[in-house]
């Protein structure tokens, strides 16, 4: 599982509420991504990182903000939460070398009221 | 990166083999195929990738055609453990902003007893 933690694994949480993610890894992997994934769909990015302090866009990006102060954690923060962004939520991390494959994290299951 | 396209769903039986066709026409030059699959509600595991050889590992084979406008993922022995989504990627390997993956629909497998 490349040492991958996501948590909370469960949050119900109301609309116009903040709530913070966090992902931890245990491995030091440079590279970080937070996703989304609806009902039926596949996986879309939202943020990721490459690197302390550097953060960059996906393709699902409004409403959600993230940080990584330490190369372990990544936070995906949603300011005010909306129940468009129910969703299960995936952390993954890139390996180094040939394959450059992702691994995943366990996920999240949010809920908003 | 390209788009593809693969069968909303496929059946196999147990212990036959489970091909899994993947278009991809619009692929470039130095886009490799990777394919991942999602066991109900985990994250995604990655199975395979090629550039334009054909691979094998110990989870799966890799047939790419010569023209590199499709795929096909063959599970050689199919077992009930091997339903699942498997998604068809396109992607350069070595962006150096990362591994980003672009998820569409997949193909949902079901294998049956």
């Not at chain 1, 939460?81 to 299951?109: D, K």
């Not at chain 2, 593809?4 to 196999?12: A, G, L, N, R, V």
């Not at chain 2, 699959?37 to 047939?63: C, D, F, V, W």
């Not at chain 2, 055609?65 to 390997?93: F, G, M, N, Q, W």
Request: proline share 5%; hydrophobic share 25%.
């Amino acid at each position: 599982d490349a040492g991958i933690t996501q948590s909370p694994r469960h949050k119900v949480t109301e609309t116009g509420t903040p709530v913070t993610l966090r992902c931890h890894q245990t491995e030091n992997h440079r590279y970080m991504y937070w996703y989304r994934q609806d009902p039926g769909h596949g996986l879309r990015l939202i943020h990721y990182s490459y690197g302390v302090k550097d953060t960059d866009k996906g393709e699902v990006s409004d409403g959600y903000s993230v940080s990584r102060s330490k190369t372990e954690d990544f936070l995906l923060t949603l300011e005010s939460a909306t129940s468009s962004q129910t969703s299960v939520y995936f952390c993954a991390i890139t390996t180094p070398g040939q394959n450059n494959e992702q691994f995943f994290g366990p996920g999240t299951r949010l809920t908003v009221l | 990166d390209a788009k593809t396209t693969q069968p909303p769903s496929m059946d196999c039986a147990e212990g036959r083999a489970a091909n899994l066709p993947c278009n991809h026409s619009t692929i470039s030059g130095n886009e490799y195929v990777y394919w991942y699959r999602q066991i109900h509600s985990q994250g995604p595991q990655y199975i395979i990738h090629g550039l334009k050889n054909n691979e094998t590992n110990e989870m799966a084979s890799l047939i790419i055609t010569e023209d590199r406008k499709s795929s096909t993922l063959i599970l050689p022995h199919a077992t009930l453990r091997d339903t699942a989504v498997y998604y068809c990627i396109v992607r350069v390997a070595e962006e150096t902003s990362g591994s980003r993956l672009t998820f569409g629909e997949g193909t949902q497998l079901t294998v049956n007893p």
